[in-house]
């Protein structure tokens, strides 16, 4: 995140941001009214087109509750920019409701017409702000330096997110920056606070990574205790909180029965297809470990040959180094049991869709860890099996939309026990959309 200076380049991307979202909302306006007057102007009551200027107070409103929201003034990451867009325009949609009700106007305004054209900016409004900067951020005017203070692992990974990143215009820089990221992992304190003096400085935007960065503090609550000048913060295991669990089966719910056509005419094909590339059955179960480490059958595409224990044998004698390779990432680097048909649906993750029969069950939820293997129970560690076996397991997760095959064994452990901790609605959400990226590109799976 990056708070601006006062200097010119950073005030036109002030205003370049703000007619941006002008131009999506207009255009949303535009799209609601092409809706409106083409598709419903039979069922509705008549719509005079000439009155669309009178809805353009609802603009003002709507960037009035974006300022609020801080999307102008603090860089966020895409999904974090986006939450509070989303949540700018929901906010601003009760508002503009509110006012119609209350007051004498609501004869004037077309509610239809006004649902639609928030619809249509729940998806204009991201979608420009992504392409726009994508554009802008080609021009290092633009881009906020930043000098990255940690240790060596967390060095690394901070760089690569700054590279990588593009959507927070960050450009990474020892000399001259404009602001600073200090990661307090494996600082004392003292040294910590000496780091944090001696940049304070030399730029007034200073942001540090607390030493525990398994915890989203974005979910804490901050509790003043005035009389000894402390302050503590509320950490809960979120998805352990009968609440959430309750949201997190009703929108999981929602978005089952919304998909489950489209995977049922999916299943004929691919389940066709598995018996026309090789023999055997297109469906296959192993055991896994659920909620409370109890095994449940879980179910898969078959992806590999029906013989496919005497094809790994004589693999592994030829390439040794497979075996060190599994103990690291439980995966073959280039597993010789895999048919064709079964490396695409490994890479596109389609191979987990019959686990929608499991959710149907009650064995999984859409979205959670992945289940582990019984063989694997002895490996995840007391802490952590006594945190990830407390909820279902997942068709699809963060380990799954994290890069999957790259990640080690422990690494997957730490990113399901982090999902856990730290769940909101809001993360199912970009996991969800995550997902189909992957089924899409097939990035970070095989």
């Known amino acids: 995140m990056k708070t601006y200076g006062l200097n010119f380049s950073l005030y036109i991307y002030f205003l370049l941001l703000i007619c941006v979202d002008l131009l999506a909302l207009i255009f949303s306006l535009d799209l609601a009214l092409f809706f409106r007057t083409n598709f419903f102007s039979e069922t509705l009551p008549s719509f005079n087109t000439f009155d669309v200027q009178r809805y353009y107070w609802i603009i003002v409103i709507i960037l009035s509750m974006f300022v609020l929201e801080k999307i102008y003034i603090i860089r966020y990451d895409f999904w974090s920019d986006t939450k509070r867009v989303l949540k700018g325009l929901i906010f601003s949609f009760l508002a503009v409701f509110t006012v119609i009700t209350l007051t004498k106007m609501s004869d004037d305004y077309s509610r239809v017409f006004i649902l639609m054209f928030f619809l249509s900016s729940f998806f204009l409004v991201p979608f420009f702000k992504r392409v726009f900067k994508r554009l802008l951020f080609r021009f290092d005017m633009f881009k906020v330096k930043v000098k990255v203070v940690a240790n060596d692992e967390q060095y690394d990974m901070l760089l690569n997110e700054i590279k990588n990143n593009w959507y927070f215009g960050y450009k990474n820089s020892d000399i001259n920056y404009d602001m600073v990221l200090i990661s307090s992992k494996k600082f004392d304190i003292e040294e910590l606070q000496s780091i944090i003096k001696k940049y304070a400085k030399r730029t007034k935007d200073i942001y540090v990574i607390p030493y525990m960065d398994h915890l989203d503090f974005s979910h804490t609550s901050i509790v003043d205790y005035s009389n000894i000048r402390v302050s503590a913060m509320h950490i809960e295991n979120r998805l352990l909180n009968y609440k959430n669990i309750l949201i997190k089966y009703i929108f999981e719910k929602v978005l089952v029965l919304m998909i489950f056509p489209f995977a049922f005419i999916l299943h004929v094909f691919i389940s066709m297809a598995i018996r026309y590339d090789s023999k055997g059955n297109a469906i296959f179960k192993q055991k896994r470990l659920g909620k409370n480490a109890e095994a449940f059958s879980c179910y898969k595409y078959r992806t590999m040959s029906i013989d496919n224990q005497k094809v790994l044998d004589e693999y592994l004698k030829e390439n040794p180094q497979e075996i060190e390779n599994y103990k690291v990432f439980h995966k073959y680097e280039n597993d010789p049991r895999v048919t064709r048909l079964g490396k695409f649906l490994r890479q596109t993750s389609l191979d987990e869709l019959p686990q929608f029969y499991n959710i149907l069950r009650g064995d999984m939820n859409l979205i959670g860890p992945r289940p582990y293997m019984l063989s694997e129970q002895d ?43 730290n769940w909101s609605l809001w993360m199912d959400f970009v996991i969800f959309m995550k997902t189909i990226k992957v089924v899409l590109t097939k990035v970070g799976a095989r």
């Not at 990830?388 to 690494?411: A, C, H, N, Y």
């Open 379 to 421: 490996k995840i560690g007391e802490f952590n099996e006594e945190l990830i076996f407390k909820v279902k397991p997942g068709v699809t997760g963060l380990w799954q939309v994290s890069g999957r095959s790259k990640l080690t064994f422990k690494e997957r452990v730490a990113l399901d026990t982090w999902y856990i901790q």
